[in-house]
């Protein structure tokens, strides 16, 4: 093996650049992988932008990534003892929690209390170091065997859809039920397809353009947010009622007012979209009609429980992917990303 490896490298906010860097080592409960495939997120595109200041990241130079599969080909100390070994494919996750706060302990490790505290919580591409690059090590506890059906490219959306599934857990999707998702972009269709997992009935996705004709394509009902009043044409496709469930999945406030305003009565909205600006929201129908609104962050657990339906094709990650670049493309990858006309969903770059 060389000693150094090519890695995308964010000089200060919107400046990139490959670099030559050294090929890290695994430490203890630790492994060294080949990154084969990176898909790029909307929280990439807004940290290389700078959107986060000092929080993703906590400083420049900083290497972004965090949705990937590859195979291992080192092993840190200990490793081994959990069954891992050299050459196993892996599709990882970009939480790497203490373990041992209160909500660790109680299996929310999304929401670990010692969040970017040194020695004790890394978030791999956003807090840490990340995964474009032609190698990284990522710990035990954030690696999940890829099975042999599912190739890298679709592994390194698993991350993605196990925050669709965590949403749609979130929302406490009931067998039956309608729901309706908002945004569709690569999280809320497979949103979507978690929500149909879990026992819906109905599943309307709101959006425009290109993606909402891709929605259709996959076979969910449709609503063009560009086309007059979305919330009226729910309550319309709901006979009055509106929706059991919304997953809020575009981040946007206008959405947010929407999906609180499609609930019926006692239903609830589940929101993964993180705004970058100011949300105001009437609250008087929470109170009236005893709506809920919940937040969503990442996923819990769902890397495990998403596997074997990316693997069984009910959540389709494989439909997302619309575009590959190298590494060393990485600038026209973005750029394709941020081109609402490009046609890109997923966007997967290959170290």
């Given at each position: 093996?060389?000693?150094?490896?090519?890695?995308?490298?964010?000089?200060?906010?919107?400046?990139?650049?490959?670099?030559?860097?050294?090929?890290?080592v695994?430490?203890?409960?630790?492994?060294?992988?080949?990154?084969?495939?990176?898909?790029?997120c909307?929280?990439?595109?807004?940290?290389?932008?700078?959107?986060?200041?000092?929080?993703?990241?906590?400083?420049?130079p900083?290497?972004?990534?965090?949705?990937?599969?590859?195979?291992?080909?080192?092993?840190?100390e200990?490793?081994?003892?959990?069954?891992?070994?050299?050459?196993?494919?892996?599709?990882?996750?970009?939480?790497n929690?203490?373990?041992?706060?209160?909500?660790?302990?109680?299996?929310?490790?999304?929401?670990?209390?010692?969040?970017?505290?040194?020695?004790?919580?890394?978030?791999?591409?956003?807090?840490?170091?990340?995964?474009?690059?032609?190698?990284?090590?990522?710990?035990?506890?954030?690696?999940?065997?890829?099975?042999?059906?599912?190739?890298?490219?679709?592994?390194?959306?698993?991350?993605?859809?196990?925050?669709?599934?965590?949403?749609?857990?979130?929302?406490?999707?009931?067998?039956?039920?309608?729901?309706v998702?908002?945004?569709?972009?690569?999280?809320?269709?497979?949103?979507?397809?978690?929500?149909?997992?879990?026992?819906?009935?109905?599943?309307?996705?709101?959006?425009?353009?290109?993606?909402?004709?891709?929605?259709?394509a996959?076979?969910?009902?449709?609503?063009?947010?560009?086309?007059?009043?979305?919330?009226?044409?729910?309550r319309?496709?709901?006979?009055?009622?509106?929706?059991?469930?919304?997953?809020?999945?575009?981040?946007?406030?206008?959405?947010?007012?929407?999906?609180m305003?499609?609930?019926?009565?006692?239903?609830?909205?589940?929101?993964?979209?993180?705004?970058?600006?100011?949300?105001?929201?009437?609250?008087?129908?929470?109170?009236?009609?005893?709506?809920?609104?919940?937040?969503?962050?990442?996923?819990?657990?769902?890397?495990?429980?998403?596997?074997?339906?990316?693997?069984?094709?009910?959540?389709?990650?494989?439909?997302?992917?619309?575009?590959?670049?190298?590494?060393?493309?990485?600038?026209?990858?973005?750029?394709?990303?941020?081109?609402?006309?490009?046609?890109?969903?997923?966007?997967?770059?290959?170290?």
């Amino acid at each position: 093996m060389a000693e150094t490896m090519e890695a995308l490298v964010v000089i200060e906010p919107s400046v990139l650049e490959i670099h030559q860097i050294p090929i890290p080592v695994p430490g203890r409960n630790e492994v060294l992988a080949r990154v084969r495939s990176v898909s790029i997120c909307g929280t990439d595109a807004h940290l290389i932008h700078g959107d986060y200041p000092g929080f993703w990241p906590p400083a420049f130079p900083f290497t972004p990534g965090h949705e990937w599969a590859g195979d291992i080909v080192a092993l840190g100390e200990g490793a081994e003892l959990y069954g891992w070994k050299v050459g196993d494919r892996v599709s990882g996750t970009s939480h790497n929690a203490c373990g041992a706060c209160q909500k660790c302990v109680e299996g929310h490790y999304n929401l670990c209390e010692n969040y970017g505290k040194e020695g004790l919580h890394k978030q791999y591409g956003h807090s840490y170091q990340g995964v474009d690059a032609t190698y990284a090590v990522h710990n035990i506890k954030c690696i999940f065997h890829l099975p042999d059906s599912v190739s890298y490219d679709e592994g390194a959306v698993v991350d993605p859809a196990s925050i669709g599934l965590h949403v749609a857990r979130r929302g406490n999707i009931q067998a039956g039920d309608t729901v309706v998702v908002t945004g569709a972009g690569a999280v809320g269709l497979l949103a979507g397809d978690s929500a149909l997992v879990c026992g819906a009935a109905r599943v309307i996705v709101v959006g425009r353009g290109y993606r909402l004709t891709k929605a259709a394509a996959m076979g969910f009902e449709t609503v063009d947010s560009m086309a007059g009043d979305p919330v009226k044409t729910v309550r319309e496709m709901t006979g009055g009622l509106g929706a059991d469930v919304v997953l809020e999945c575009a981040g946007v406030p206008e959405t947010l007012e929407w999906a609180m305003a499609m609930l019926r009565r006692g239903g609830r909205c589940s929101m993964v979209g993180l705004p970058t600006e100011a949300v105001s929201l009437a609250v008087q129908r929470l109170v009236l009609d005893e709506l809920e609104l919940v937040g969503s962050r990442a996923s819990a657990g769902e890397m495990l429980r998403v596997m074997p339906f990316v693997a069984n094709g009910r959540v389709r990650v494989g439909e997302l992917i619309t575009h590959h670049f190298a590494l060393t493309d990485y600038q026209a990858a973005l750029d394709t990303f941020n081109d609402r006309s490009s046609g890109a969903i997923k966007i997967i770059v290959h170290p």
